[in-house]
T-cell receptor, first 115, second 114 residues
């Protein structure tokens, strides 16, 4: 069974450009999460999809970030326009169910560098 | 609000040394507690978990006990190996404002020398 896959693994862009990150969750996992880790700090929650619906987007930093999950399968996270402080590792995770005991399955992350 | 605090790294140990990575939490409800591990070039993987007070999670020789009285979930291993070199994240999961959410610590990098 394929795990959570993220693309690209690395992205280097200039300030003001647009970048789109993609996440393919494990097949059948209704729950999809985006997280971000900046400069060795804690991994911070960005948002949570249940199928194609945004369950919780309270962690999205501002309106330069747009996440979509059309059809409830893969998800994209677009940053437009990118700023220097957006640099970090963006993780996607999925799980089959919601709940406090649920294990998250993580992708290997996208390292975003904004210059 | 909920939060997780874990000891800063890096932690450097010799092979077969005893490992402790401290983790404390703040939560308004009754969270589940987790340790995730990230090996170089990979995503985070669940290492162990505990869902209620006094539960002990264990896996691959690692252990952590859910201590409600001290709000702690310290990770321990009696004898580390070079292959344990990785970044370890403490996390809690709780239901707040009607949604389930994970809160992670800053991660602790462990380096084990042969």
């Amino acid at each position: 069974e394929a795990g959570v896959t993220q693309f690209p693994s690395h992205s280097v862009i200039e300030k003001g450009q647009t970048v789109t990150l993609r996440c393919d969750p494990i097949s059948g996992h209704d729950n999809l999460y985006w997280y971000r880790r900046v400069m060795g700090k804690e991994i911070k929650f960005l948002l949570h999809f249940v199928k194609e619906s945004k369950q919780d987007e309270s962690g999205m930093p501002n309106n330069r970030f747009l996440a979509e999950r059309t059809g409830g399968t893969y998800s994209t996270l677009k940053v437009q326009p990118a700023e220097l402080e957006d640099s970090g590792v963006y993780f996607c995770a999925s799980s089959p169910r919601t709940g406090t005991n649920e294990k998250l399955f993580f992708g290997s992350g996208t390292q975003l560098s904004v210059l | 609000g909920n939060s997780v605090t874990q000891m800063e790294g890096p932690v450097t140990l010799s092979e077969e040394a005893f490992l402790t990575i401290n983790c404390t939490y703040t939560a308004t409800g009754y969270p589940s507690l987790f340790w995730y591990v990230q090996y170089p070039g990979e995503g985070l993987q669940l290492l162990l978990k505990a869902t209620k007070a006094d539960d002990k999670g264990s896996n691959k020789g690692f252990e952590a006990t859910y201590r409600k009285e001290t709000t702690s979930f310290h990770l321990e291993k009696g004898s580390v190996q070079v292959s344990d070199s990785a970044v370890y994240f403490c996390a809690l999961s709780d239901k707040t404002s009607g949604t389930y959410k994970y809160i992670f610590g800053t991660g602790t990098r462990l380096k084990v020398l042969a």
